[in-house]
């Protein structure tokens, strides 16, 4: 069975925004929700290690701002709204993991990126790393309706469909960090029915704990490079 396709996700995948995160979501707050702001700051905002913990347990963004952060249904989905204008002007340094820049370039095949980050943010980042040249297709939360995002799997689909123009008789990698990923995959297999294949990949180098997990993945790595090993056992 030959590979057809790697599908990322990007934060806690890709790379560690998590100090930009929470320095954008702290400005927002102050905007849409100043009531959550100073010394009632929620905890999963005060330091990293809270936030890994409500970013990997959370379903999606939605869920995190409204079940993590307490944030009302409207202040959530005003905050969405603001989410890129804050991403693509807030400086805060967002670095790739350690082995991705060497483990993309050395996958010779379509690569893409599903994320709840902006799309333009994600390729500013590609970009300043000279990998945009590798992805075909990115979609990230701005590119589908609020009401789709993942665990959906309308992001998924659309991006194969960006890389092939079709999505039958396809074997195709996603890798993330997050139960919601594994999840995702599953729903995309789901929907292909039986026309193609994901096989869900955790990267577990970001702080993922999966004993704990509903769904489970097809595979876990350590750091980047073990992807290699599994794509060439698939050749």
Request: include cysteine.
């Amino acid at each position: 069975m030959n590979i057809n396709a790697i599908l990322w996700d990007y934060d806690g995948t890709l790379v560690n925004s998590v100090p930009k995160n929470i320095d954008i979501t702290k400005q927002i707050l102050a905007e849409v929700a100043p009531r959550l702001t100073g010394e009632s700051l929620p905890q999963y905002l005060k330091n990293e290690e809270s936030y890994h913990v409500a970013n990997h347990q959370s379903k999606n963004w939605q869920d995190l701002y409204l079940n993590y952060y307490g944030m009302s249904e409207s202040e959530m989905l005003k905050a969405g709204t603001l989410w890129t204008e804050y991403q693509l002007r807030n400086t805060t340094p967002v670095e790739l993991f350690a082995e991705i820049n060497q483990t993309i370039n050395q996958i010779e095949l379509p690569q893409g990126i599903c994320s709840q980050n902006s799309s333009k943010n994600i390729n500013q980042v590609l970009e300043h790393n000279s990998l945009a040249h590798n992805f075909q297709a990115i979609i990230g939360y701005d590119d589908i309706p609020s009401n789709a995002q993942k665990p959906n799997p309308y992001g998924g689909l659309k991006c194969v469909e960006q890389i092939f123009g079709n999505i039958n008789d396809k074997t195709i990698f996603y890798i993330g960090d997050h139960e919601g990923d594994v999840e995702f995959a599953r729903n995309i297999n789901k929907e292909l029915n039986g026309q193609s294949r994901v096989i869900a990949i955790v990267a577990k180098y970001s702080g993922a704990e999966t004993s704990s997990w509903k769904y489970k993945a097809d595979f876990e790595i350590e750091k980047p490079s073990e992807l290699i090993k599994i794509i060439n056992n698939y050749s």
